[in-house]
């Protein structure tokens, strides 16, 4: 358990070039702990991070201002191999980090979670930017980048930004991409591979969503793209109350834009 701690300091990720390992899997960055093994009984309750995470490795790829990956990878020869069976619980935490994206190629950067796996995350509030340049293939949302794997994964009664707050609280950002950018107030992408069940409940976005890539920009004030294909995916008692834009003057692709998804 890791239980009512705050994070304070800078976390950066910060080398210039980086070998991929040999099974595939990437690095990840995280301003409470960047991921934790497939055990049971893992939780993590009542922690904060204020400290800025930056990431500027070819290399790494998952962010999150709590934790960037809930379990550790199962598998060899995949990216993606993050699917434990034994559920993290993620409850009543706090990022005011902003987490800035830099040189990261594919990132899924979460202001609570990078890669949703087996966990479930329940009274969690991102008040933290996120702001991506030049970053490849894009995925990010005010709680979660990306959901991946999950029996039975939860996101309930959580929220991005702030009601009646200054209008930065929990804003995305994403500028001068080379490939189709998923960005969503609560979750930015769900990939045809993904696999399981999410059930999204009582969760409520407030921040602005904007990118001006011309590389086909998917972008929701709740989600983006979600190509489910082979997972269950329930939203209920949900509600954006941010802007959505993409403000480039060169469409190279097929943009899709969303209030909600």
Not at 192 to 205: E, R, V, W
Not at 228 to 250: K, L, M, P, R
Request: glycine share 14%.
């Amino acid at each position: 358990k890791i239980t009512d701690c705050i994070n304070y300091g800078e976390v950066v990720n910060n080398a210039s070039t980086s070998t991929a390992k040999a099974d595939g899997n990437r690095e990840s960055v995280g301003g409470i702990t960047s991921s934790c093994e497939d055990v049971a009984g893992v939780v993590i309750s009542g922690c904060s991070n204020y400290g800025t995470i930056v990431l500027n490795n070819p290399e790494a790829e998952y962010v999150g201002g709590i934790i960037a990956v809930p379990n550790g990878p199962v598998a060899a020869n995949s990216a993606d191999n993050y699917a434990g069976t034994n559920k993290i619980s993620i409850k009543n935490c706090t990022n005011y980090g902003a987490i800035v994206l830099q040189r990261a190629a594919k990132p899924s950067a979460g202001g609570i979670v990078g890669c949703l796996c087996a966990a479930n995350v329940e009274g969690c509030t991102n008040l933290g930017t996120i702001s991506s340049v030049a970053a490849s293939e894009l995925k990010a949302g005010g709680l979660v980048g990306k959901f991946f794997k999950g029996a039975a994964c939860s996101l309930i009664n959580c929220t991005n930004g702030e009601s009646g707050s200054s209008a930065t609280k929990g804003v995305i950002t994403s500028s001068t991409g080379t490939a189709s950018a998923y960005i969503g107030g609560i979750l930015g992408n769900i990939p045809a591979a993904a696999a399981g069940k999410l059930t999204i409940s009582g969760c409520k976005n407030y921040a602005d969503i904007s990118t001006d890539n011309a590389y086909a920009g998917n972008i929701g004030g709740f989600g983006s793209y979600w190509n489910a294909q082979n997972c269950v995916v329930e939203v209920s008692d949900c509600d954006n109350y941010g802007n959505v834009s993409n403000t480039t003057t060169t469409d190279a692709g097929d943009n899709k834009i969303g209030g909600f998804v």
